[in-house]
């Protein structure tokens, strides 16, 4: 079974909208980390928003935010007011304890390609 | 504030040749590893290392070689290119063994095996 399920391979949203990236994980482990990446075309992964399962609080960074509903083993992304910069890949990635311990794996989702229209 | 660099950013082989895509981080990080990215699909981890003289296999290692000698440098070896390796290479490092650490990445190495 996958442990990162982004459901949407594709979405556009119009330029100064808010859109939401779907993220759902599987883990038995009490302890972990949900973090979401954003890849532009230039190829670099870029690190925006992290949540550990212990977290009480959604986690924000600027437009960013995560919707954490941890009964449904869900992470979704929000990005408020899209910008056209905003183009790019999204990867969601899990941590676990046992991850962890064996090094610094990370797991992946296959990614939402986010179009932002203007 | 170099962060951890890839060398070379773009190679071409030829099926059976043998090549090291070099990764140095100046972060003095202790957790290292190699991932791969094929088109359309998120990055799986390849090897990885939590220090000098240590390295382990992750999901996809077949067909590749580490080595760790120093903190700063983790090298991964092709040992006989294959068009099935043909991917997108990301280092990452990071100094947090725990499950909040995040992961610094390179900027890639795109390798294609003809």
């Known amino acids: 079974a996958q442990k990162i399920t982004q459901t949407q391979p594709g979405m556009f949203v119009q330029e100064k909208e808010a859109v939401t990236l779907d993220c759902t994980y599987d883990t038995s482990d009490p302890s972990y980390g949900l973090f979401w990446y954003k890849q532009p075309s230039s190829g670099e992964m870029i690190f925006l928003i992290y949540?550990?399962?212990?977290?009480?609080q959604n986690a924000t960074e600027g437009r960013y935010s995560l919707n954490f509903q941890k009964a449904r083993k869900s992470a979704n992304l929000v990005i408020s007011a899209s910008q056209l910069g905003d183009s790019a890949m999204y990867f969601c990635a899990m941590r676990e304890v046992a991850g962890a311990n064996a090094g610094n794996m990370l797991t992946f989702g296959g990614g939402t390609r986010l179009m932002v229209k203007p | 504030n170099a962060g951890v660099t890839q060398t070379p950013k773009f190679q071409v082989l030829k099926t059976g040749q043998s090549m090291t895509l070099q990764c140095a981080q100046d972060?003095?990080?202790?957790?290292m590893s190699w991932y791969r990215q094929d088109p359309g699909m998120g990055l799986r981890l390849i090897h990885y290392s939590v220090g000098a003289g240590i390295t382990d296999q992750g999901e996809v290692p077949n067909g590749y070689n580490v080595s760790r000698s120093t903190t700063e440098d983790f090298p991964l070896r092709l040992l006989s290119a294959a068009p099935s390796q043909t991917s997108v290479y990301f280092c990452?490092?990071?100094?947090?063994?725990?499950?909040?650490?995040?992961?610094?990445f390179g900027e890639g190495s795109r390798l294609t095996v003809l």
């Open positions: 972060m003095n990080h202790e957790y």
């Open positions: 990452a490092s990071s100094y947090d063994p725990t499950v909040t650490g995040e992961l610094f």
């Open positions: 949540q550990g399962s212990y977290d009480q």
